[in-house]
């Protein structure tokens, strides 16, 4: 029994770290409507550049913020260069344009830093808890544990960002309707704006995450790819959907590939999350917190 | 040629205790009416009366929550859109609904689609059944094109024509169908005068040349009274009033609610 | 005043309905058809007809099938490369286990295999729409690389899934030689391309587009959304299939699940929406760019490199192509979303007022 929880709660964690890329979805089809398939070329991008520069003997905090403005001038260049162009476009082209966006990035990041994996240390390890394991028996790592705090406490501050201040009131306006917003005189563009930094925000923590945890190499872009499932879950506009999403896909994963993987030769971490996401689609089309809606003619 | 000296035959559908609603919102309460084959029938109401979603329950894009539905004799709890269409109703919509990226052609060669039988095969190698099927409907394509007079349009993509004209391209697609009835929703809203005059022409054409049963919603009150034979009225979801356009007319409730006395 | 269709009127629908309604481009059609069937194989070397031509015609055909289901029927999917996957291993076990099962046989098989695989993930088309769907495509991609690879049976037992295709044999004549190879894809191609074109032109290819343009009015004239949906699926899988099936057998001889990546999908989806999202000509354009830009670019670097003196890292170019690849991606979105097709298409409207614009 202590094995199925040390499973479960392993998964959790994890879980957390795909709900952090899935907000990082949210934040930005709440606010323009796109689906970002580039959150993952963005993870990816933050952590390559983010270790580039600690290699190069960068100050750590002082790299961070070098990354960070970075995430933002990309932010402002997408908005700039792929989304403007493309408004009042199908979003279905949007969804294209950002993958064409996921090739570029990856291209850029690489070109910039180069291919070869590189290492991540960032100042915890990824060992068991002792004082957990001599009270249960149950194996929690030490890292998961760090790294699911660091993002529950982002998914709070966003949340209090959101709610409390200005900016985030008017973000939420824009994602109810971009029309009345621009009627009321939100500044569009400016909002987006802020929208690509923050979502810039999240992916370098969440690369910072993953990248000490895996290694900061391309296979990042595909446990971004994770997200989503997370998303089909959750629901695209529902933060509170992307965090339990991400709970539910990082737990059954793992328990599916413990408890499943066996029978069927193992490896089916790769394709779980996705076709459990199907099979919750044809149940309910409209996600864990979405509402169903019948289509106005 | 007035009204009154249309034809009008036995009741084909017929709508009882029909109530809808989506979530809280209740669209209809409790309608009932029905229409008479070769008809010209109006629903008429202020904004968000729900006649819209009338239409909608009648070829079962909605399904209402309760009543029933009996259409030539057969008796259902709601259509669905496949079935309404094959029985022979038609449509066009408020919001224009044409295929944005077909040509006029195409967009009403669509509507023919559920007369066409060829088999997918027969399709790929276009022989036989497949090509001589596409030659027929092109045929009768051409007739509702030449009846409605776009043929200079005819390779148009749709997204390129105006308002007015898209909207006659809309009704040509329903008219493709052959249908019996003809629901028709706003077909003139937004027109400048003379295209609403074409369009009343068109309407009246179809009913008297083809006998089709029309289901009409619109908001020009003289042109309501013009051409129907019988108009219901809605206001927030209920029936307040149902009768000749005279009857309704003179219909204290119904002039109460155009003039916004209060419930 | 070449290409000119004055004086050429139609008399009957029948010619008015001609996939090459205008005298010049039947001419030019059949032009093609000559140089490619006859001329090309006798003069292209190996390395053009084996690593050049052969995948381009391949995966033109693939782009066929996607642009049928995304680019006709309006549903996008990221799984393409599974179906080729499913159509190249179905190919090689007909071969494998059916002694005598003539070649085409097996193809027409493999793409059946492809299209029901393709009508199961198609389900959750019926209840879902635009990117919900393309992540449950995503769903394909990654069982099907995975099915491959764990189930030893598909490969014949061979290590991580790597299958030999068997050679291709018609009529008792061994298909071996490149040119015989490229012939043999583009005879398959060439046919499936016009079926393609005749069934996007009847009251299928009419019922895709209804769906996609606006699906509420489409089943409002009768058309069944889930009919038609899943039929979409099938023949876009079917193709896709075919295409694995020849990427297997007329191109590579080697293939292992895992060269049927989410990378190949993105590539088949990339030509799609280079060449024009609902064209068949411009799937033939779309592949031929994309097959094509990698080597132009390996082809120009070395010169680049000589000219300016420099030396690149190693990477350099197929980062660069990622980049290229990307922003033309987003350039033909926003600039001419249907693609090159569209601009042959003004080509030649420009052409037929030539020399007189007006
Ligand atoms: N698909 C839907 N989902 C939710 N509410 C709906 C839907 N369709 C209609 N309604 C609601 O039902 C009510 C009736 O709407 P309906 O469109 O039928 O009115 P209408 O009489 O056609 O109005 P109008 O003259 O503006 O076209 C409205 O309150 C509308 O908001
Ligand atoms: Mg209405």
């Known amino acids: 029994m202590s094995f199925f929880f040390e499973v479960l709660i392993g998964g959790l964690l994890s879980g957390v770290m795909y709900s952090l890329v899935a907000l990082g979805f949210v934040l930005i089809y ?30 750590f905090w002082f790299a961070f913020a070098l990354t960070l403005g970075a995430m933002v001038v990309l932010g402002l260049a997408t908005e700039r260069i792929v989304l403007r162009p493309l408004v009042n476009q199908p979003q279905i082209s949007l969804f294209m344009a950002t993958i064409g966006l996921t090739f570029v990035l990856e291209g850029l990041a690489q070109l910039l830093w180069g291919s070869q994996p ?69 500044p569009l563009q400016q909002i987006w704006g802020i929208v690509w930094t923050v979502a810039g925000f999240v992916a370098l923590v969440a ?84 509402e169903k809606h019948i289509d106005r003619v | 040629m007035t009204a009154t000296t249309r034809r009008a035959g036995d009741v084909i559908l017929k709508l009882d205790n029909i109530s809808l609603s989506f979530g809280g919102v209740k669209a209809l309460t409790d309608i009932s009416f029905d229409v008479r084959e070769h008809e010209v029938r109006a629903i008429i109401g202020p904004n968000g009366a729900g006649k819209s979603s009338m239409l909608n329950v009648i ?75 596409e030659l027929e409907h092109r045929a009768k394509v051409e007739e509702i094109i030449d009846f409605l007079e776009i ?86 979801g209920k029936k307040i009033g149902d009768g000749t356009p005279d009857e309704v007319r003179s219909n204290k409730t119904v002039i109460d609610a155009y003039l916004g006395v209060a419930h | 005043m070449l290409y000119r269709e004055a004086g050429q009127f139609k008399a009957s629908y029948a010619e008015d309905q001609q996939i090459f309604a205008i005298r010049q481009d039947r001419i030019a059609v059949g032009a093609l058809l000559v140089f490619a069937f006859v001329v090309v194989p006798l003069v292209a070397n190996q390395y053009w007809l084996s690593a050049i031509l052969t995948p381009l015609l391949i995966f033109a055909l693939a782009a066929i099938g996607l642009n049928i289901l995304t680019g006709y029927a309006g549903q996008l999917s990221l799984g393409t490369a599974a179906f080729m996957a499913v159509g190249a291993f179905a190919a ?13 046989v097996a193809f027409v098989l493999a793409g059946i295999c492809a299209a029901l695989v393709g009508i199961l993930f198609g389900l959750p088309s019926l209840r879902i729409k635009g990117f919900y769907l393309a992540v449950a495509t995503l769903a394909a991609q990654f069982f099907v690389v995975w099915a491959l690879t764990k189930f030893g049976w598909f490969s014949n037992n061979s290590s991580s899934g790597v299958i030999s ?53 489409a089943s409002v004239i009768g058309i069944r959304l889930m009919q038609t949906k899943l039929s979409a699926f099938a023949i876009s899988s079917a193709y896709c299939g075919v295409a694995g099936a020849l990427y297997a057998f007329a191109y590579l001889g080697t293939v292992e699940p895992e060269g049927f990546n989410l990378d190949m999908s993105f590539r088949v989806l990339f030509m799609v929406i280079i060449g024009g999202v609902g064209s068949i000509l411009g799937s033939f354009l779309g592949a031929a760019f994309i097959v094509l830009l990698p080597i132009f670019l390996n082809t120009a670097a070395p010169l680049i490199e000589h000219g300016l003196g420099l030396q690149m890292p190693p990477g350099f170019m197929s980062n660069l192509e990622l980049i290229v690849f990307g922003a033309l991606i987003v350039f033909f979105l926003a600039v001419e979303p249907h693609g090159l097709a569209r601009l042959w298409q003004i ?6 007022l030539w020399p007189f614009p007006h």
């Open chain 3, 165 to 217: 295709a068997q050679k291709i044999e018609i009529l008792g004549y061994t298909v071996d030689t490149p040119a015989g190879k490229y012939l043999f894809t583009l005879t398959i191609v060439a046919v499936l391309a016009l079926a393609a074109k005749n069934l996007v032109r009847s009251s299928t290819g009419r019922a895709w587009m209804a769906v996609r343009d606006m699906d509420v009015a």
């Open chain 3, 347 to 352: 080509g030649k409207e420009k052409l037929r």
């Open chain 1, 30 to 59: 709440k606010a323009s409507g796109v689906f970002n398939f580039a959150q993952g070329a963005m993870v990816f991008f933050a952590a390559l550049t983010f270790v580039g520069f600690l290699e190069m003997g960068v100050w």
């Open chain 2, 151 to 236: 043929q200079h349009i005819r390779k148009t993509p749709v997204g390129r024509l105006p308002y007015g004209l898209q909207k006659r391209v809309e009704l040509a697609r329903a008219l493709a169908a052959e249908p019996s009835m003809l629901l028709l929703d706003e077909p003139m809203a937004g027109m400048n005068v003379e295209e609403k005059q074409d369009m009343c022409r068109f309407v009246l054409d179809v009913n008297e040349q083809y006998g089709t049963t029309i289901v009409l919603i619109e908001h020009d009150m003289g042109v309501v009274m013009d051409i129907s034979d019988r108009v219901v009225v809605l206001d927030y």
């Open chain 1, 207 to 290: 690369g910072m995450l993953w990248g000490a945890r895996n290694g900061v190499q391309f296979a990042l872009t595909f446990l971004a790819l994770k997200a989503l499932p997370v998303l089909i879950l959750g629901g695209f506009e529902s933060i509170p959907g992307a965090i339990v999403g991400g709970l539910i896909i990082g737990a059954s994963e793992k328990l599916a590939e413990v408890y499943l993987g066996p029978y069927v030769g193992g490896g089916i971490e790769g394709w779980f999350p996705y076709v459990l996401a199907l099979l919750f689609l044809l149940v309910r089309p409209e996600g864990l917190f979405g």
């Open chain 1, 118 to 186: 590189h290492g991540l240390d960032i100042g915890i390890q990824d060992e068991p808890l002792g004082w957990i394991s001599d009270a249960t028996g149950m194996n929690i790592s030490k890292f998961d544990l760090a790294a699911a705090g660091i993002a529950a406490a982002l998914v709070t501050s966003l949340a209090l960002f959101f709610s409390r201040t200005r900016i985030g009131r008017a973000l939420r306006a824009v994602a109810d309707d971009h029309q009345a917003a621009l009627a009321v005189g939100i």
């Open chain 2, 59 to 133: 070829n079962g894009v909605y399904h209402p929550q309760a009543g029933t539905i009996t259409f030539r004799g057969e008796v259902r709890r709601d259509m669905n859109p496949h079935r309404a269409a094959a029985s022979g109703i038609a449509r066009t919509f408020q919001n224009i609904a044409l295929f944005r990226g077909m040509s006029v052609l195409d967009n009403i060669m669509t509507g023919r689609n559920l007369k066409m039988k060829a088999h997918f095969l027969e399709q790929a190698i276009w022989f036989g059944r497949a090509r001589r099927e």
């Open chain 3, 92 to 104: 090689y076990n007909f071969v494998l286990r059916v002694p005598g099962i003539p070649i085409l």
